[in-house]
């Protein structure tokens, strides 16, 4: 699969991330404070949205990097590999932090404390991982 240009340059790139982050963020901000709130119903519905969000938006955009973008990088063999597999090792912690707190809210029927933490960690590990690609695949 080839990468569309988008990709590949650094003002687009970090416009789907800015984009995708800034959204997670204010999910994450209001199934917060429903939380506090104990609005239950509520805080489910839009850690529910969050979720969709996450697959949607963060983890297809990671799909496309790793099936395309990436793959050439490796080819052209420019980059370390190691640094790239790096940027990929942060995408599986998308998807498996995300299928974890999915999991587990479908089996708890609610949101803990502990899923606020995960989604948490996702924004964080996220905010690393735009930096990280952006000093490794734009460094000019």
């Known amino acids: 699969m080839r990468s569309g240009p988008a990709l590949r340059q650094i003002t687009s790139h970090r416009a789907i991330h800015d984009a995708g982050q800034a959204q997670a963020r204010e999910l994450t901000e209001m199934m917060k404070q429903l939380f506090n709130e104990e609005r239950e119903e509520d805080c489910l519905k839009t850690a529910k949205v969050l979720i969709e969000h996450w697959e949607e938006r ?57 899923h ?18 952006e000093d490794t695949l734009f460094p000019d």
Do not use: S, W
């Open 116 to 133: 606020i933490h995960e989604f948490y960690a996702l924004l964080t590990i996220n905010h690393f991982h735009h930096k990280g690609e």
């Open 58 to 114: 963060i983890i297809a955009h990671a799909d496309a990097e790793d099936e395309g973008f990436y793959q050439e990088l490796l080819a052209e063999d420019k980059i370390p590999k190691k640094d790239i597999y790096m940027l990929m090792r942060d995408h599986d912690l998308f998807r498996e932090i995300v299928a974890h707190i999915k999991e587990q809210i479908n089996v708890e029927k609610k949101v803990t404390e502990q």
